[in-house]
T-cell receptor
Framework: ETGVTQTPRHLVMGMTNKKSLKCEQH?????MYWYKQSAKKPLELMFV???????ENNSVPSRFSPECPNSSHLFLHLHTLQPEDSALYLC????????????FGSGTQLSVL | GENVEQHPSTLSVQEGDSAVIKCTYS??????FPWYKQELGKGPQLIID?????GEKKDQRIAVTLNKTAKHFSLHITETQPEDSAVYFC????????????FGKGTSLLVTP
């Protein structure tokens, strides 16, 4: 186990649904990340939180809304998604804000119908 | 921005043989180069990394080499075993450039018994 837990593992949703992805890290890290993994593409950084403050937002559509209530938990709220948003969504954490070593969860496989 | 190219996209070797995966990067100021292994149904996990002040690093059967002049780095796996079968990602990062690791598209390695 990496110390980063994501739920659910799989999610199927319609374009009009609202759902949330959850991530929890047990490593005492101060930074948390959301990445999107699509087939045949490099991992895409979506959001970064450092000490519960959003420090980076890589031009992600507003239908993705992150929330970081504390340094151990990270959410990704989803609404009115498109089929092209279907992908594996990975959460990661790192020790500090300048620390490059990432610890990933197993991801949520999202299918948008 | 940084562009990381990774080759080959797929690689098949026989058990016991060596495997080599190569990456090139575009930003000459990049100074940190990790390699991640992603097994089926899991998130990427860091297996080895190298910084720009070092030319080679080894950890048991895996090694990474860095050629700063040519801006390329490689992952070498010796005496491959079936459990080495996975997708491998290279990445590059430049200090003080934000939080994003720039990932390659991945290499799917299959080790056949």
């Amino acid at each position: 186990e990496t110390g980063v837990t994501q739920t659910p593992r799989h999610l199927v949703m319609g374009m009009t649904n609202k759902k949330s992805l959850k991530c929890e890290q047990h490593l005492g890290h101060n930074a948390m990340y959301w990445y999107k993994q699509s087939a045949k593409k490099p991992l895409e950084l979506m959001f970064v939180y450092s000490l519960e403050e959003r420090v980076e937002n890589n031009s992600v559509p507003s239908r993705f809304s992150p929330e970081c209530p504390n340094s151990s938990h990270l959410f990704l709220h989803l609404h009115t998604l498109q089929p092209e948003d279907s992908a594996l969504y990975l959460c990661a954490s790192s020790h500090g804000t300048g620390e490059e070593k990432l610890f990933f969860g197993s991801g949520t496989q999202l299918s948008v119908l | 921005g940084e562009n990381v190219e990774q080759h080959p996209s797929t690689l098949s070797v026989q058990e016991g043989d060596s495997a080599v995966i190569k990456c090139t990067y575009s930003d000459s100021a990049s100074n940190y180069f990790p390699w991640y292994k992603q097994e089926l149904g899991k998130g990427p996990q860091l297996i080895i990394d190298i910084r720009s002040n070092v030319g080679e690093k080894k950890d048991q059967r895996i090694a990474v080499t860095l050629n700063k002049t040519a801006k390329h780095f490689s992952l070498h796996i010796t005496e491959t075993q079936p459990e080495d079968s996975a997708v491998y990602f290279c990445a590059a990062h430049r200090a003080n450039s934000g939080y994003a690791l720039n990932f390659g598209k991945g290499t799917s390695l299959l080790v056949t018994p």
